[in-house]
């Protein structure tokens, strides 16, 4: 990787200056963990996609890649602790909206994430290969 590549990956995934904690970021992270939450209720699989959508947690999970295949563990502990405080407090809000929702049956679209089997790993590392793909090729 040539080094003004390697510069824009940094900067692409906020490794050279990091701002994960910036306003926006907990802003969507908390907006996508609120249609999500609401998409499982409402057992809508398009609306837990646009959720997905909207998450910006494939950055810091890019940058934890990247980190590694950089040899920069300062900036690897910084995204992991990243992935982590944004999981917990998407698990939080889910959990809080779950408790004001008048029923608290299991939806289907619950139910079916379970279960996750091969296929489900083989989406993953795909989805994360694609997304690193993208992320160092500036013409993709």
């Known amino acids: 990787m040539e080094p003004a590549e390697r510069r824009r990956v940094l900067d692409a995934l906020g490794l050279r200056e990091p701002r994960p904690w910036a306003g926006s970021f907990w802003l969507l992270t ?4 609120t249609v999500a939450a609401m998409g499982l209720s409402s057992d809508s699989a398009a609306v837990v996609i646009g959720a997905m959508l909207l998450a910006p947690l494939m950055t810091p ?21 990243t992935v982590v405080v944004a999981s917990t ?3 939080a ?25 091969l296929r489900d790993l083989v989406v993953a590392l795909a989805a994360g290969a694609a997304g690193a793909y993208a992320t160092a090729k500036e013409d993709v």
């Open 93 to 117: 809000i889910s959990y809080l909206l779950g408790l004001l929702l008048p029923d608290g049956s299991l939806s289907g679209e619950i139910l079916a994430r379970t279960r996750p089997d």
């Open 61 to 81: 999970v890019m940058a934890m890649a990247a980190s590694i295949t950089m040899a920069m563990p300062r900036r690897l502990w910084w995204s992991f602790v």
């Open 89 to 91: 407090w998407s698990v």
């Open 30 to 33: 908390t907006l996508s963990a």
